[in-house]
């Protein structure tokens, strides 16, 4: 294969394979933390409890509970050893992500 057919090859794969990414919308990040003295599995079960029953979709991970639902994700983050709980929340829309952010601080 020549080289200038081979390029117009691979321009053409690319342009196909980020033809999705270029048509979402960027995410908006609400973040905001809380002091806690929880332990470490107590945050965790929490934060599982909280995620699940908000609908989402959840995984926890060492530190954290991370979920998805439709185009939201949050994370809350259980950093005990400094007395802090992180939270996340992001969708493509900024009001939507700021009221679920508020929505996951609520519930915890």
């Known amino acids: 294969m020549n080289k200038h057919l ?3 090859t691979l321009a053409g794969c690319l342009s196909v394979a ?3 990414i270029a048509d979402a919308a960027p995410a908006k ?3 905001t933390w809380e002091q ?3 332990s470490q599995k107590r945050c965790l ?3 599982k409890n909280v995620i699940r029953d908000l609908g ?3 995984q926890t991970l060492t530190s954290g509970v991370y979920g998805e639902y439709d ?3 949050v994370t ?3 950093i005990t050893d400094m007395n802090m709980v992180f939270f996340i929340a992001t969708h493509p829309n900024t009001d939507w992500a700021s009221e679920e952010l508020i929505n996951l601080v609520d519930a915890f």
């Open 45 to 47: 079960s929490r934060a």
């Open 36 to 38: 806690t003295n929880l």
């Open 6 to 8: 081979w390029c117009a």
């Open 71 to 73: 185009d939201y994700s």
């Open 29 to 31: 990040i609400w973040t």
């Open 56 to 58: 989402y979709d959840y």
């Open 76 to 78: 809350i983050r259980c």
């Open 18 to 20: 980020i033809a999705p």
